[in-house]
């Protein structure tokens, strides 16, 4: 009876999970990720988070077939290394974090990108499971993507599946990448805060800073999004529209590149704004596309928040003593 | 001892070559595609371009063990037909282009998108033979594209590696697909045209027309183009290195999503222009290259004008009654 163990490194939120056999969820924890000192501080918090997990699900620190995590950075997963995760603090150079959490649980470790972590997992266990071939659309500070073919990731050299980074105008808004144009430029929620604080400075009017204080936070999150759309805060609905047509430019551009049969929109403000708004990335690709008699299905990520961490236990099950 | 014919059908010419079994060129001919009458009439110039080639290679009508075809439109290899191949005489609706010309040759014939043909081509033959995947680039009337990921074509649902429809500026230009902002839009040698003659009724003043008259032309082929790039033709640099730049762009997209090892820029006008162009197009996309630390190889195809008619003969060889 094996169980597998979990976790999603993100820059603001470490989040575990323990699962059974079929990958359902036994136990979850969220921790926020240590903005001060180094990886082994982040490893530790890591071993916290999954402690908890453990816990909640009644499975014993040993018991832990395989753990898998999905994180920033460059992996290599022989080496069981992360390196230059610049979203961690203080993670320049190369880390061995599968031996830190291996000896801490007593159990092998994979690691692989954040992003592939998330798309395989919408692929092998969410939304995309119906499909063959799917593009991950992860709509959060930044826009990762990842992409499915023929049922195997592409990862090209290790650098594919940059969607953000795909150009929607070739003169347009300088991106925090440093380059001119990307579709993160527009839709990243960095880019987006950047130009809500420039539009405030302009003497625009908005509900969004007011929110983010009620809230004690120094963000614009994707819940303060949210709230800013509901209460019908005009700036906020101009930079989601503007953010979700230039998604739409990109997902059409892709589609003309690979013509895949799904696309999955997740990460936190793609999960947050949910399905209504998936149907305007829909809406705002469909111009663009060149099959347009035969569009890809646009769906939801359908593990939400845990899609990260679940995914990360199927690179916990590759690793399990079986498959070695 | 393996004959393999390859016919490569475009919208203003029919290449035929003849080939032995390690894709050497025994012969060649190339006839202009009819521009009236219908399928049929099409069918009759391509046995009529084979036949000639046949003759120049020494090798009689009966002799050939397959033939191989890249086509335009909508191809069924297993039915053997072509279906909507809009830039030809009156073939809107479907054809039995194989049965025709398996008639004439007593020979199985293999039916594949020309634009594929050409890409796999470059891949076994040409000049991405030391790649394992590729992004092809073919820069003509239209702008369009191939790929390659692991050794095998990626062609999706069927309509992967519209390359000239990735969007480079989504408020940009109509494209001759109707579509906006396509990089085609700046970048195919049909609005390329299109433009100078609106820079012209602009009093824009250009000697790019002059030359298509003294060559009793009626469309800036890419010949006359070159012409007016040797004599310093204002307009025509500034119009090329728009292409170049869009090219660029959409080649930047397109690498950050799939990150293949290399780029192969082909088609009349690439094939033209050489290698002083490719290099302008690698320059171009190098600003908008997110792994710009590791950028693809980009190249001239080598396989020249004769590359979809040999790689055709790729496809006669699959058909082959050995692989039967």
């Known amino acids: 009876m094996a169980r597998y163990g979990g976790i999603d490194l993100g820059g603001t939120k470490i989040q575990a999970v323990v699962v059974d056999e079929d990958h359902e969820v036994l136990g979850s924890a969220r921790h926020p990720t240590p903005t001060e000192g180094g990886p082994a501080d982040v490893a530790l918090a890591m071993i916290g988070a999954m402690r908890e997990a453990l816990d909640g699900a009644g499975v014993g620190d040993g018991e832990l077939t395989a753990v898998g995590v999905g994180s920033p950075g460059v992996i290599d997963d022989e080496a069981g290394t992360v390196t230059s995760a610049r979203n961690l603090p203080d993670w320049e ?3 061995p974090l599968a031996g830190k959490l291996g000896a801490a649980f007593g159990a092998p470790v994979g690691l692989a990108n954040d992003v592939t972590v998330a798309t395989n997992a919408e692929f092998e266990l969410g939304a995309a499971k119906p499909y063959n071939s799917l593009l991950g659309v992860f709509w959060g500070t930044g826009v990762g993507g990842g992409i499915v073919l023929d049922g195997q990731v592409w990862d090209g050299r290790g650098g594919a599946g940059e969607i953000g980074h795909v150009v929607v105008k070739y003169d347009g808004r300088k991106c925090p990448c440093g380059r001119i144009g990307c579709m993160e430029a527009y839709a990243g929620r960095g ?3 950047t130009r809500a604080r420039e539009k405030v400075d302009e003497g625009e009017k908005t509900i969004l800073f007011d929110i983010m204080e ?7 999150s994707s819940g303060i999004w949210q709230r800013a759309l509901e209460r019908d805060d005009k700036l906020a609905h101009h930079l989601v529209e503007r953010a979700v047509h230039a998604i739409g430019v990109a997902v059409a551009s892709s589609m003309n590149l690979l013509d ?4 999955v929109i997740g990460g936190g403000l793609g999960i947050r704004l949910g399905e209504p708004y ?5 809406e705002a690709m469909m111009p663009h596309l060149f099959s347009d008699h035969r569009p890809p299905d646009v769906l939801l990520a359908s593990l ?6 679940v995914g990360a236990t199927l690179l916990a099950a590759e690793k399990a003593p079986a498959h070695a």
């Open 260 to 263: 895949v049969e799904a696309v």
């Open 214 to 220: 009620e809230k004690g936070k120094t963000r614009l």
């Open 304 to 309: 939400g928040d845990l899609g990260g961490a």
């Open 93 to 95: 150079g190369t880390y």
């Open 191 to 193: 880019a987006m805060e």
């Open 278 to 282: 998936v149907e305007k990335i829909r």
